[in-house]
């Protein structure tokens, strides 16, 4: 178990540097692109992210920004103190661990199951292996998550913001949630841990995360929540039976056929009157984050973020069943959209349907 992986300060100390690091990118480095980029613009009037990338092709700020966002990432991954070796160190007691104690009414593996090749082909956002193919996988993810978006550590949680906004939209009784692409579980934690009468569901394809949700889940007696893993645009749940059916970060992981696939899913889901809701990265109208966000999107092995992007999700909304379809900037932190935030940020959105009456 995680908690049995003896302290050590020179790992700690080495991913504390990182998360720093993070920081003053975030909040030094990024605005002084932004400061050197209004500057260059003058009158021109870049259109699209390619245009703004065209003007900031030689400026050094602007390619130390990239450089560095790349290997910080990297850093915290690989090397003596990555997080790849710190966990591998302990992948057979963690195996053993969490093969003992998982209680087995909270999971549902599929020992047959076959990941989709897209997902197998990347090394997602640079974790070695992808989420999936190692025993680790769940812990490193964990671990890794706390410096992702490293502006929120101070918030309360992206998680907990989220589930209050599907909460305060869904408008009827809510029996049943489910969390789409639910990793380790963080985004499930809030539904089954604020309401032991709600019956929530967390699918996900990678075996080790979905392991670790359930160990989290029964660290705390949660008795309300199954871990199934399945693909999200073929859950294998019985149809109009969710309150609420949701998903954080999961869209842009995924290319669009599948997209498709999960609004269509989300649809069949749904019980009557039910609600849609989930949160991504999308710019809409600024060549500015256009540029950040794609380049985002290359440095980091995240493929299938421009194609979400560049998706007419309300059409696919609609050829999924849903007649109207809502999308509006999810404010993670207190302040995030105010106009004088100045540090980076991904650009987070909310994209909600509803299941007709
Ligand atoms: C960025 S993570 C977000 C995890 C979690 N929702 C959270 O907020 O911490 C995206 C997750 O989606 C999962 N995923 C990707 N494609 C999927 C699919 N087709 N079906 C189910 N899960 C999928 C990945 O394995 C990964 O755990």
Redesign the pocket.
């Known amino acids: 178990m995680f908690d049995d992986i003896p302290q050590n300060r020179s790992f700690d100390a080495y991913q504390q540097f990182v998360l720093d690091c993070k920081l003053y990118w975030t909040r030094q480095i990024f605005p002084e692109v932004r400061k050197r980029y209004a500057a260059k613009v003058g009158t021109s009037e870049p259109e699209t992210g390619a245009d703004v990338a065209a003007l900031m092709k030689d400026d050094t700020t602007a390619q130390f920004f990239g450089w560095y966002e790349r290997h910080l990432q990297r850093m915290k991954y690989s090397g003596q103190r990555g997080l790849a070796v710190h966990y591998g160190q302990y992948r057979e007691d963690i195996a053993k661990g969490l093969n003992a104690t998982v209680p087995s009414h909270l999971l549902e593996l599929d020992p047959e199951f076959e990941q989709?090749v897209y997902?197998t082909n990347i090394d997602?956002?640079q974790h070695p292996g992808?989420?999936?193919s190692d025993e680790i996988a769940g812990y490193v993810?964990e671990r890794g998550?706390q410096s992702t978006a490293p502006m929120l550590k101070k918030h309360a949680s992206?998680?907990d913001r989220m589930r209050a906004q599907a909460m305060q939209r869904v408008g009827k009784e809510v029996k049943r949630v489910v969390?789409?692409?639910?990793?380790?579980?963080?985004?499930?934690l809030p539904y089954y841990a604020e309401d032991p009468e709600v019956d929530v569901v967390g699918?996900?394809?990678?075996a080790p995360?979905l392991r670790l949700a359930a160990q989290r889940a029964a660290e705390t007696q949660a008795r309300n929540v199954l871990f199934k893993q399945?693909?999200?645009?073929d859950t294998g749940l019985e149809a109009g039976t969710s309150d609420i059916v949701t998903?954080?970060?999961?869209l842009?992981?995924?290319p669009p056929s599948?997209i498709k696939g999960?609004f269509k899913e989300s649809h069949r889901l749904l019980a009557p009157g039910g609600l849609s809701i989930h949160?991504d990265f999308l710019v809409r109208d600024d060549p500015f984050k256009e540029y950040v966000h794609y380049g985002h999107s290359a440095r980091n092995n995240e493929p299938f973020m421009v194609p979400l992007n560049k998706m007419d999700i309300v059409q696919a909304h609609k050829d999924a069943g849903f007649d109207e379809v809502e999308i509006v900037p999810f404010e993670e932190f207190d302040g995030a959209l105010d106009p004088s935030m100045a540090a980076w940020r991904f650009p987070w959105t909310l994209i909600i349907a509803r299941k007709a009456a």
């Open positions: 989709p997902y997602i956002h992808g989420v999936w993810y998550a992206l998680w969390d789409l692409g639910c990793g380790f579980g963080a985004s499930t699918v996900e394809l990678s995360c399945a693909d999200a645009m998903s954080t970060m999961m842009h992981e995924m599948h999960v949160l």
